[in-house]
């Protein structure tokens, strides 16, 4: 069965702290990866991924993928309490079919 | 995420009662995903319709879950005969073409929070 499996699950850090989270996956026809962050309510996007190798960045936060290991990083540096949220990993299939992790919870204590 | 309108935001149905959960796309998206959220895990995949058809189903359950879009109006999540554990988040998200075919993303609407007494 295809699967997406985030780790850790949930992670505690203090304000200029650096974090990595984790996904790997399976799935039967990949097509790209997405990250993800949910605070509050509603998933905003953070990162699209299509592939191996290529550093995507965006302030603080970077992301890259691994095509032949299957697995992907997110790193966020010089963490803020306002990076507190749960970092959802997603993988899009040829189908249009979008799988997501159970998410990290990160919380960052000032 | 701003554009994509779920209503209602928060519903309470008794066990055995019809609960429905109403999505606007974004203007312009007329490809609608279903997600459901429960406390402690992921967004898991239900359904992905286009206007008047749907795509994909395999994620919803084949008793008492139903969606439509169709050409006129919101897309509508049904859920006949409640159960406790059909408590939990819906989110509906949007896209205007398929995802990722052009680089597009799909936008998330706040989701609507369904509690079964």
């Known amino acids: 069965e295809d699967k997406v499996v985030q780790s850790p699950l949930s992670l505690v850090v203090h304000e200029g702290d650096t974090v990595t989270l984790n996904c790997s996956y399976e799935v039967t026809n990949f097509r790209s990866l997405l990250w993800y962050k949910q605070e509050k309510k509603a998933p905003t996007f953070l990162f699209m991924l299509t592939s191996s190798g290529i550093e995507k960045k965006s302030g603080r936060l970077s992301s890259i993928l691994d095509k032949k290991e299957l697995f992907s990083i997110l790193n966020i540096t010089a963490t803020q309490t306002g990076d507190s949220a749960i970092y959802l990993c997603?993988?899009?299939?040829?189908?249009?079919?979008?799988?997501f992790g159970a998410g990290t919870r990160l919380t960052v204590k000032p | 995420n701003a554009g994509v309108m779920q209503n209602p935001r928060h519903l309470v149905r008794r066990r055995g009662q019809e609960a429905r959960l109403r999505c606007s796309p974004m203007?312009?998206?007329?490809?609608v995903y279903w997600y459901r959220q429960l406390p402690e895990e992921g967004l898991k995949f239900m359904v992905y319709l286009q206007k008047e058809n749907i795509i994909d189903e395999s994620g919803m359950p084949k008793e008492r879950f139903s969606a439509e879009f169709p050409k006129e109006g919101p897309s509508i999540l049904r859920i006949q005969q409640v159960v406790r554990g059909d408590s939990a988040a819906y989110f509906c998200a949007s896209s205007p073409l398929k995802t990722a075919l052009s680089g597009n993303t799909i936008y998330f609407g706040e989701g609507s929070w369904l509690t079964v007494v």
């Open positions: 203007k312009g998206h007329s490809h």
């Open positions: 997603a993988v899009e299939e040829n189908n249009n079919d979008m799988r």
